[in-house]
């Protein structure tokens, strides 16, 4: 009798004692063990060098004519425009939570409706929304009619609107000019029962306003089988629901007239005049479009399972030892969002990268953020536009940035696969005409040398031209849902939704305060035997070792660069105009960075927002060059 008892105390004994260690560590990821003084008012650090697009004061709403609840930024380093995601219907349409509950423009007038901001970071104008355009009957391509109704945008991406503007010129070569178009890749979550699409536009900077033209045509949509990832391997298929777009500028696709051909009755007219054929390189590659292939990154697949919203947070001492024992206690995000895919813009077809070794681990509640990074380009000794991905990576206790390195271990071989497609033709007789075209793709596959640890989840993820890491974050995940939930709630309430909580309003001393956030800055030196050989701007010294084959090791350095503080809504209004001047703000949430080396700009936005984007100058003697 008394030797059952005995084991079965001395098995409780074990487990707690294994038990608490991991939980112990996981509390301190995610801010339990921080003191909540400690992320008050004196957790400010630069927070004044961060402000709103606009001269209104930091504390109020954006309003309809400013970008706000803004989910990612991308900024064209060579034209200086930026394109903002936003959707102010965010809190009750969530894709990062599975929430589909409403997505009316009830608020419009407040908030303003779902869309597509750009902004000429040069001259630092106001952002202007933009109209999407849809093409006219002609066009081989039909824009789907939720273009106009049901568009929920989430990551964005941008590149020039032909690879002859991103080339790098060869020796002797005059510097490409600036495009006349870009193209803007964006993640759409049009509808709740089904995955998502990936949208392409182009934006014209040839037409009337120049790069404030406030048109966005439509181009083509990515869906369907064309965004099913298959595994080059085996043949596993996933179901994407695009998240995080990174551009991948190779194996474009054939050339498409960047213009919507003219209606009938135009080119049909004798007095139509079709203009001056003239085939130099750059007049030729502003008369086209091409679109990249492009990498991106996965929702959870939620097709067989209710949504409910559980806390990333574990709340008790035995959970993470049950977490391993039963996918009922596991906070691991699904299988998909750990895979990259790459969609090769040249079939039209999507195949999942190889990450030789464990792929990057994800968590609840934190989607998968990608960036992709050249390398410094031929100056620097590299030949790909994705020499990198940098990818966060979350686990129970552990949170890091991953940079995986494109190799060839396997040799190029091992990622050329065989594609054949049917094209359809018109012969010069106007017959139709099916052609079978046998198309080669490569994959690259990519190893992961280097992490970078952090002390909080990675939120949003930004990577310089010189391959350093820019990460926003928030130090306690707990408060960062309380805040969501009491927000979600006061939207479910204004447009009078069943699901809104049937207890009576929060006072605003009685509302969670917003969370704590900050900003850091991930930087390296390279090592060769110790020696320190270069630093990441010194591209000449990088190119010299690379050409000689030798491989550098890196040494990651982090540095705090923006703090804000946990502040409830009494003590925001308790401030007075003068304090909200000098005290400046960040997004509560960031979600989406941006940075402009050139002007020494970061720009943060923040999927939660109601405040808009802000623009944070780099403050000097805090970051490196």
């Excluded at 560590?25 to 003191?35: F, M, R, S, T, V």
């Excluded at 409706?113 to 391509?141: C, F, H, V």
């Excluded at 135009?266 to 590659?285: M, N, R």
């Excluded at 703000?585 to 941006?594: S, V």
Aim: net charge negative.
């Amino acid at each position: 009798m008394l030797i059952p008892i005995a084991v079965s105390s001395v098995a409780a004994g074990l487990l707690a004692a294994t038990s608490y260690l991991p939980y112990k560590n996981h509390l301190k990821l995610h801010g339990e063990a921080i003191d909540p003084a400690t992320l008050g008012l004196n957790h400010n650090l630069n927070l004044k060098h961060c402000t709103p697009l606009s001269t209104r004061l930091p504390d109020e709403a954006a309003g309809s004519t400013e970008p706000s609840f803004c989910e990612d930024i991308a900024i064209d380093r060579r034209t200086g425009v930026a394109y903002l995601s936003c959707d102010p219907t965010r809190l009750t349409w969530d894709a990062r939570a599975g929430i589909y509950e409403d997505d009316s423009d009830k608020l419009a007038s407040e908030q303003g409706k779902p869309g597509i901001w750009a902004w000429d970071t040069n001259r630092r104008s106001l952002p202007r929304k933009l109209y999407i355009s849809s093409p006219p009957p002609e066009y081989p391509l039909k824009a789907p009619a939720d273009l106009q109704s049901t568009f929920h945008p989430l990551g964005i991406a941008v590149t020039a609107s032909h690879p002859y503007f991103v080339e790098e010129p060869k020796k002797g070569e005059e510097a490409r000019p600036e495009p006349p178009a870009n193209l803007v890749l964006v993640a759409n979550k049009p509808y709740a029962d089904r995955p998502g699409v990936v949208d392409i536009f182009v934006h014209d900077f040839d037409k009337i306003g120049g790069k404030d033209h406030t048109t966005l045509r439509w181009i083509k949509r990515v869906q369907g089988e064309d965004l099913v990832g298959s595994h080059s391997d085996f043949d596993t298929r996933f179901n994407i629901d695009p998240f995080r777009i990174a551009i991948f500028e190779e194996q474009y696709s054939e050339r498409i007239e960047r213009a919507y051909p003219d209606p009938l009755h135009v080119s049909e007219s004798p007095d139509h005049l079709a203009g001056f054929q003239d085939d130099d390189p750059e007049t030729t590659a502003s008369k086209y479009i091409r679109i990249p292939s492009f990498f991106v990154t996965s929702l959870p697949d939620r097709s067989s399972k209710s949504t409910v919203e559980t806390s990333s947070v574990f709340s008790a001492v035995w959970e993470p030892i049950a977490s391993y024992l039963s996918s009922h206690y596991s906070r691991v995000s699904d299988s998909v969002t750990r895979k990259v895919f790459a969609h090769h813009s040249s079939i039209n077809k999507t195949l999942s990268v190889r990450l030789d070794g464990s792929d990057p681990d994800q968590w609840q509640g934190f989607p998968p953020l990608i960036q992709a990074w050249d390398g410094g380009g031929g100056k620097a000794g590299s030949n790909s536009s994705a020499t990198a991905l940098f990818i966060p990576s979350l686990t129970s206790d552990s949170s890091k940035v991953q940079e995986w390195e494109q190799h060839w271990v396997r040799g190029i071989a091992g990622g050329i696969r065989d594609h054949h497609v049917t094209v359809r033709e018109t012969t010069k007789d106007g017959q139709p005409n099916n052609i079978l075209r046998l198309y080669k793709t490569y994959t690259p596959s990519f190893v992961n040398f280097f992490s970078m640890e952090h002390e909080s989840p990675i939120r949003a993820l930004v990577v310089d031209q010189h391959g350093r890491t820019w990460t926003a974050s928030n130090p306690n995940t707990r408060s960062v849902e309380e805040w969501i939930a009491s927000q979600r709630d006061e939207r479910r309430r204004r447009l009078g939704l069943s699901s809104a909580s049937v207890s009576s309003v929060l006072s605003s001393s009685e509302r969670p305060p917003r969370p704590a956030g900050k900003i850091d800055q991930t930087t390296f030196v390279f090592r060769h035997f110790g020696s320190v050989v270069a630093h990441p701007w010194e591209t000449e010294k990088l190119r010299l070792k690379k050409e000689k084959g030798v491989w550098l090791r890196k040494e990651y350095h982090t540095f705090n660069i923006f703090q804000s503080p946990a502040e409830t809504k009494a003590q925001i209004e308790a401030r007075s105009e003068d304090e909200h001047k000098e005290g400046g703000f960040l997004p509560t949430i960031p979600t989406g960075l941006a940075i402009n080396l050139k002007q020494k700009l970061l720009f943060v936005t923040g999927a939660y927002e109601e405040r808009g984007i802000a623009m944070c100058s780099l403050p000097q003697d805090w970051v490196e060059p």
